[in-house]
């Protein structure tokens, strides 16, 4: 009687960027499968499932997640470099209006490194530049395209008008503030090449999305550059991934803020808090609890107002959400 012995198959699937989809698997695409053959069989099937195994091996650090490609002001673009404008830099460095942008490796035979590409949402739709530069400092310019976008209009009735037209000593503090915050987003902090989506800082509706052009009392102000998540006074606020606290505050427009380095250009804010349970430079983990959700600041109710700078550009956070 021929004897059989068993094998385990790896079967996964392989995609694209274009899709904004990567080409290695992640964990729930991999699945196991035992079957039965004839011993003489046996090797073979093994040498290629030991090919499967070098090929992932090849590819587990590198990155498995990436923000959803929409190149539209307010969004984010991904961008393959071309592995010829990269294959003697070991440490390159890419710019986007001045602004370093992410930089992430990538897993095609094509392409070294992919472009994470905050777009400022006062962009002009057309073509733009990615400004790359190599260890000899020389420049190399990528060109890609921004897709127009009409966001939605808003309109707020506050009750406190010195929040809509602040007072000189207010536009003072303001200035202060912005400085904080604007140096805030535009820190650097570590190059590490690991990268993962985000989770919902709170729970609850979006009750007001990102991008809408709003008007406070009939006037009009800047874009809301954030997300506004309609939870109770005092829920729980969480980090929504690894990163480092980069400063806290309470200021004029945004009440109780926390602001948060997840690296590489990206910084994540809440706002209007209740209560602040973290200082600044301590490590939080995807999970921390960052304090409770308030009213602080101008608002018309409890909320959680959350940006993302992405390269010092506000992006929209449902971006960066896990698809899971």
Not at 52 to 62: E, G, P, Y
Not at 178 to 190: L, M, N, P, V, Y
Not at 265 to 289: A, S
Request: charged share 15%; aromatic share 8%; with cysteine.
């Amino acid at each position: 009687m021929q004897k059989s012995g068993g094998c385990l198959l790896l079967i996964f699937g392989i995609s694209d960027y274009a899709n904004n989809r990567q080409l290695i698997p992640r964990p729930q695409e991999i699945a196991f499968f035992f079957f039965r053959q004839p011993r003489a069989n046996l090797q073979a099937s093994w040498l290629v499932v030991c090919l499967l195994l070098a090929i992932i091996s090849h590819t587990a650090t590198a990155n498995t997640e990436l923000p959803r490609h929409n190149p539209v002001p307010g969004g984010i673009a991904i961008i393959p470099i071309p592995k010829s404008l990269t294959a003697e830099i070991t440490e390159p460095k890419a710019y986007f209006e001045k602004n370093r942008v992410m930089l992430l490796p990538a897993t095609d035979a094509e392409s070294q490194w992919i472009a994470v590409v905050g777009i400022p949402l006062t962009s002009t739709p057309g073509q733009q530049k990615l400004t790359l530069i190599n260890t000899r400092a020389t420049e190399t310019s990528i060109h890609f395209d921004i897709e127009p976008k009409n966001y939605q209009e808003q309109h707020l009735n506050i009750k406190n008008k010195r929040q809509v037209n602040p007072l000189q000593q207010d536009l003072e503090r303001i200035q202060r503030e912005q400085a904080e915050i604007i140096g805030a987003f535009k820190s650097w902090h570590s190059t590490s090449t690991h990268f993962s989506l985000f989770e919902m800082p709170a729970e609850g509706e979006i009750s007001s999305p990102f991008g809408l052009r709003r008007f406070f009392n009939n006037q009009p102000r800047n874009p809301h550059s954030g997300l506004d998540i309609a939870a109770p006074e005092g829920a729980p606020i969480y980090a929504p991934a690894d990163g480092q606290v980069i400063t806290t505050g309470n200021y004029f427009f945004n009440g109780n803020t926390v602001l948060i380095s997840h690296y590489n250009g990206l910084v994540t804010m809440y706002c209007h808090m209740k209560r602040i349970d973290v200082t600044p430079g301590d490590p939080v983990k995807k999970g921390t609890p960052l304090g409770l959700v308030g009213k602080t600041g101008r608002v018309t109710g409890a909320h959680l107002h959350w940006s993302v700078s992405l390269n010092n550009a506000r992006v929209d956070p449902a971006l960066l959400l896990s698809r899971e």
